[in-house]
């Protein structure tokens, strides 16, 4: 019989050296002491992606995800630099390119806000202080 301490020893050892069953012959712990499954990613089987889940709809849901957190990064770093644009001008004192970047930066706000990006009182916030520091110019 073996003791708690040999099966811990028999778990770590089975964990860094390969075992059947992942791709590849490999598996990862994680800090939680388990082994990451790689599975194929559905989209492209040559491309393995890291998971915990089994069923082909969590694996999906998981690409999924990561296609939106991408676009929202992008759409997220594109408002951002909008606005350092519109606060560039009002620091300048260039009224006609303020009003020009708030009216791009506002668009550009309300349509992250309408697909789910921005909450809709983020973006309405950050609209008012950059109208509000457009207006203050005159």
């Known amino acids: 019989m073996t003791s708690g301490r040999d099966k811990t020893n028999i778990l770590s050892y089975v ?9 590849n012959n490999s598996c990862t712990p994680t800090a939680y ?11 492209n089987p040559k491309r393995e992606v890291e998971t915990l889940a089994n069923i082909k709809s969590a694996k999906k849901r998981i690409l999924v995800i990561e296609t939106k957190t991408l676009r929202n990064k992008m759409i997220k770093s594109e408002l951002k ?3 350092k644009k519109v606060n560039a001008a009002v620091a300048a004192g260039d009224k006609n390119l303020a ?14 806000a309408a697909k789910g990006t921005l909450h809709k009182n983020t973006a ?3 609209v008012s202080q950059l109208t509000k520091a457009v207006n203050a110019m005159a």
């Open 15 to 23: 964990r860094k050296t390969s075992v059947s069953g992942f791709a």
């Open 33 to 43: 002491g388990s082994a990451v499954k790689r599975g194929r990613d559905l989209r």
């Open 81 to 83: 630099t909008l606005i």
């Open 99 to 112: 009003n020009e970047s708030l009216k791009t930066a506002v668009k550009a706000l309300d349509q992250a």
């Open 124 to 126: 309405a916030h950050k």
